[in-house]
């Protein structure tokens, strides 16, 4: 297995539990979640590959399944590439961005793919430094919480 592979994969990993610690403590993204039936499940993965991660909308919080779920999922968010995978995961570029060089494949309903690049955007806002946010997103919104609140739930 390759760096990039390797990075991918604790890359997604990190984001997934950065998905479910962000659920716990941001209104915007509870409120997002709304949008959502309890069960519905999205996966992030690279296209054509094992590296995937996946989680679980379960009340108005997310419930991260890891890599081995057997669930088929309700959406899936297929990166391109390793090479496109990275750029996100290691904000070079934000999930807008992303999404307008068409870095990614949505599987499953189109518009039930919109509430959750929303949510991405948010996590993006906690998980990274804001040297980072201020490059990658469009503007930096206003968090419910405290980022280390969201690090913290991360690791526990």
């Not at 590959?49 to 968010?77: F, M, Q, R």
């Not at 980022?147 to 991360?154: D, E, G, N, S, T």
Request: aromatic letters at 12%.
């Amino acid at each position: 297995m390759g760096f990039k592979q390797i990075v991918t994969g604790i890359g997604l990993k990190f984001l997934g539990k950065g998905l479910v610690s962000c659920s716990k403590i941001e209104k915007m993204i509870q409120k997002e979640l709304e949008f959502y039936e309890d069960g519905f499940t999205i996966e992030l993965k690279v296209f054509n590959t094992d590296t995937k991660v996946a989680v679980e909308k379960v009340g108005d919080k997310l419930k991260y399944l890891g890599s081995k779920y057997t669930k088929t999922p309700d959406l899936s968010i297929a990166f391109k590439s390793y090479e496109a995978a990275l750029l996100m995961i290691l904000g070079q570029i934000g999930v807008y961005e992303g999404y307008a060089q068409h870095r990614f494949i949505v599987k499953g309903d189109l518009i039930a793919s919109m509430p959750f690049i929303r949510i991405l955007y948010y996590v993006e806002a906690y998980l990274f430094p804001r040297f980072i946010s201020k490059k990658i997103l469009k503007e930096i919104p206003e968090l419910s919480s405290p980022k280390v609140k969201a690090y913290i739930r991360l690791i526990a």
